[in-house]
């Protein structure tokens, strides 16, 4: 991995997670001891199939690549509005005393959905991070044959992390999640 790409991973990870502090700071509410929070019913009602899944984080992926080309963005409001809704689930878990339960329906296919979602974010500020070195005398070419590689490789790795997800969370989440929380009633 070069360092571009360690570079650009730890940039998509601060807009990410940017977007998640955010919503703690303009959504959370101390606890209300109550369950009957929308955000979080309607994640727990959540049922979806695969190719709903599948189709729905793809695109997300896809418009993180190409933001790419709107010079990183729509990379970086994608990453960040992403970040945002993630953390108003989390925060509004804590709000509702319903963390365990979020967890639950999310930990199983977002470890592989979140690093999909940074490692596209990478591959969407790829380009314009090239063409800001070469505009800076950093670089000769504008985007060598090394840079589209990993571009392109970035973007296959995240496109593979979606399916899995995809895959987790059709099949096995929902699984997990309820025999948990049959246990835990």
């Known amino acids: 991995m070069s360092v571009s790409v360690k570079v650009l991973t730890i940039v998509s990870i601060v807009v990410y997670l940017t977007g998640i502090a955010s919503s703690f700071i303009w959504f959370y509410e101390p606890s209300k001891n109550s369950g009957k929070n ?82 596209a974010g990478a591959a969407g500020f790829k380009i314009p991070y090239e063409i800001i070195r070469y505009l800076a005398g950093k670089k000769e070419q504008i985007l060598t044959k090394e840079d589209i590689k990993e571009y392109l490789t970035l973007a296959l790795i995240s496109i593979i992390l979606i399916v899995i997800a995809a895959f987790v969370e059709a099949y096995i989440t929902p699984r997990i999640a309820e025999y948990f929380l049959s246990k835990s009633i």
């Not at 409001?77 to 945002?84: H, P, S, T």
């Not at 509702?96 to 199983?108: A, D, H, S």
């Open 38 to 119: 929308p955000v979080i019913n309607e994640l727990c009602n959540e049922q979806y199939n695969f190719k709903q899944i599948f189709t729905n984080n793809l695109l997300l992926i896809l418009s993180l690549v190409a933001g790419s080309f709107l010079f990183g963005s729509l990379t970086f409001a994608n990453l960040f509005y992403n970040g945002l809704v993630f953390g108003i689930a989390v925060s509004s878990a804590f709000s509702y005393n319903r963390t365990y339960e979020v967890l639950l329906l999310t930990l199983p296919h977002g470890i592989f959905e979140i690093p999909a979602i940074i490692i």
